[in-house]
């Protein structure tokens, strides 16, 4: 549990963004499968991420931490070990399924599980189109556990109907080791973060957003490279300034790369002043300094195409519109329900509490906001993203807020709340603090 008390007075202040969980994930991966020794720089701690490494652990990959950075020696492609029992995703769908198409390929059976809000998230997304590439993928009505039985895959084409990117990578995973071509036609740009990392790598893909082609390789070359902050998390700490007008906080090392950084071109929208600064060019994952100035916000009307683009702050954009004047609205979501947590359930309830006309849509939610937020008991349904929504929420609202199930934000972001205390107490952290 957290408490969060409502502030009154505009805070000043500087932090870091939490190294990106995506980008962690899928370097992870990768490294698992390269020749040699990969070194991941301030890589994210995020309990997501743990699970990720344990898993390839229990498939024979040795991962090192050493002063904030990963050493992982790869095993090379195809050539991970038989896990002694099933692997545990715990609370992470990135792990289960980009780890369904690398495990699709090897040649040995596994089963993948987690914990029960995993075992509530649909899978029947990621067997299938694996299947079509020749696996043997098969979930439990739908859900984990899935149970792989591994062999060597044709390739072929996929046309992908969920608009996801952990689907996507998960077949340009399985890609990588099969006979032949894989062509995989995604229904809306997603985050590319795979496919930022196999150009990186020099490993041949095609892509022009939509239609993705990948060619079988032999190996993958070990490699270096450090993690750019989560736009997601420093969403979090944006939220936080923009529903106390005047507040301000300076964010560094957000990752900008193009599919992540629509929340705040929303933002924008809303009210809130942000000054982009980039950082040196990066030719993969670009970053920079983001500074957002709170102001009165006004609500927004969410188009439905801009949804994919935006689903992980989805919770958050929702508690902002709790704060801003006017009506937000926002459709074409179903996704959110099969997230963690029901998020637009969740977040639904927890608004309410906390004083904002709420009415839920089965695909989405429509908030009148603005009127005075008092705080209340909240229950973030032991979903990350809804504890840090709710955590911006309370700033805004008079009184104390208590948030049930805030330890969850750890799933994505460990050490938010202190961050967050830290910030609307004027403090900054030490820059010695970040690797
Ligand atoms: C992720 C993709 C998104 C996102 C999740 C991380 C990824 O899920 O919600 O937090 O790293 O690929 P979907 O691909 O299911 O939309």
Same mark, same amino acid.
């Given at each position: 549990?957290r408490?969060?008390?409502?502030i009154?007075?505009?805070?000043v202040?500087?932090?870091?963004?939490?190294?990106?969980?995506?980008?962690? &994930?899928?370097?992870?991966?990768l490294?698992?499968?390269?020749d040699g020794?990969?070194?991941?720089r301030?890589?994210?701690r995020?309990?997501?991420?743990q699970a =990720?490494?344990?898993?390839?652990r229990?498939?024979?990959?040795?991962i090192?931490l050493?002063?904030?950075h +990963?050493?992982?020696?790869?095993?090379?492609l195809g050539a991970?070990?038989?896990p002694?029992?099933?692997?545990?995703?715990?609370n992470s769908g990135? =792990?289960?399924?980009?780890?369904?198409?690398?495990?699709?390929?090897q040649?040995?059976d596994?089963?993948?599980?987690?914990?029960?809000s995993l075992?509530r998230?649909?899978m029947e997304?990621?067997?299938?189109?694996?299947?079509?590439?020749?696996a043997c993928v098969? =979930?439990?009505r739908?859900f984990p556990?899935v &149970?792989?039985?591994?062999?060597s895959?044709r390739?072929?084409?996929v046309?992908?109907?969920?608009?996801?990117?952990?689907?996507k990578?998960?077949?340009?995973l399985?890609g990588l080791?099969?006979?032949?071509?894989?062509?995989?036609r995604v229904? %809306?740009?997603?985050?590319?973060?795979?496919?930022?990392?196999?150009?990186r +790598?020099?490993?041949?893909?095609k892509s022009?957003?939509l239609?993705? &082609?990948?060619?079988?390789?032999?190996?993958?070359?070990?490699?270096?490279m450090?993690?750019p902050?989560?736009?997601?998390g420093?969403?979090?700490?944006a939220?936080a300034?923009?529903?106390?007008p005047?507040a301000?906080v300076?964010?560094?090392r957000v990752?900008?790369?193009?599919?992540?950084?629509?929340?705040?071109r929303?933002?924008?929208?809303?009210?809130a002043?942000?000054?982009?600064s980039?950082d040196?060019?990066?030719?993969?994952?670009?970053g920079? =300094?983001?500074?957002?100035?709170?102001?009165?916000?006004?609500a927004?009307? %969410?188009?439905p195409?801009?949804?994919?683009?935006?689903?992980?702050?989805?919770?958050?954009?929702?508690?902002?519109?709790?704060?801003?004047?006017?009506?937000?609205?926002?459709?074409?979501?179903a996704e959110l329900? %099969?997230k963690?947590s029901?998020?637009?359930?969740?977040?639904?309830?927890?608004?309410?509490?906390?004083?904002?006309?709420v009415?839920?849509?089965?695909d989405?939610?429509?908030i009148?906001g603005?009127?005075p937020? &008092?705080?209340?008991?909240?229950?973030a349904?032991?979903d990350?993203? %809804?504890?840090m929504?709710?955590?911006?929420?309370a700033?805004?609202?008079?009184?104390?807020?208590?948030?049930r199930?805030?330890?969850?934000a750890?799933?994505?972001?460990?050490g938010?709340?202190d961050?967050?205390d830290?910030?609307t107490a004027?403090f900054?952290?030490?820059?010695?603090?970040i690797t």
């Open positions: 549990m408490v969060i008390t409502g009154k007075q505009p805070f202040g500087e932090a870091f963004a939490p190294p990106d969980k995506s980008v962690t &994930h899928r370097a992870l991966l490294a698992a499968e390269a020794t990969s070194l991941i301030s890589p994210s995020s309990a997501d991420c =990720t490494i344990e898993c390839l229990a498939l024979g990959v040795g090192r050493r002063h904030g +990963l050493r992982i020696d790869g095993l090379g991970l070990r038989a002694a029992r099933s692997l545990y995703a715990a990135t =792990t289960m399924r980009l780890l369904a198409g690398i495990l699709a390929r040649l040995f596994s089963i993948l599980d987690g914990d029960a075992r998230r649909p997304r990621v067997a299938e189109p694996l299947n079509a590439l020749g098969s =979930t439990t739908g556990p &149970h792989i039985a591994g062999r895959l390739g072929g084409r046309v992908l109907q969920t608009p996801s990117a952990q689907v990578s998960a077949v340009l399985a080791g099969a006979a032949g071509v894989t062509r995989c229904p %809306v740009l997603s985050r590319d973060h795979t496919e930022r990392l196999f150009f +790598l020099g490993l041949p893909l022009n957003n239609e993705l &082609h990948v060619r079988p390789v032999d190996r993958i070359p070990a490699f270096e450090r993690i902050g989560d736009p997601s420093a969403a979090f700490l939220g300034a923009a529903v106390i005047g301000t300076r964010i560094h990752g900008l790369n193009p599919t992540r950084t629509l929340f705040f929303y933002l924008e929208r809303m009210g002043e942000i000054a982009w980039p040196a060019p990066d030719p993969w994952e670009p920079g =300094t983001l500074t957002v100035r709170g102001a009165d916000l006004r927004v009307r %969410v188009d195409a801009d949804v994919p683009l935006l689903i992980d702050e989805l919770p958050l954009l929702a508690a902002l519109a709790a704060v801003a004047q006017g009506e937000t609205s926002v459709r074409g979501a329900r %099969v963690e029901d998020r637009i359930a969740a977040m639904a309830t927890g608004l309410r509490r906390l004083g904002a006309g009415e839920e849509h089965p989405g939610f429509s009148e603005g009127s937020l &008092h705080g209340a008991d909240v229950d349904a032991g990350h993203r %809804v504890a929504a709710f955590a911006v929420a700033l805004a609202a008079v009184g104390i807020t208590r948030i199930g805030a330890e969850s750890a799933v994505s972001y460990p938010f709340f961050v967050l830290r910030l004027g900054s952290p030490h820059r010695g603090e």
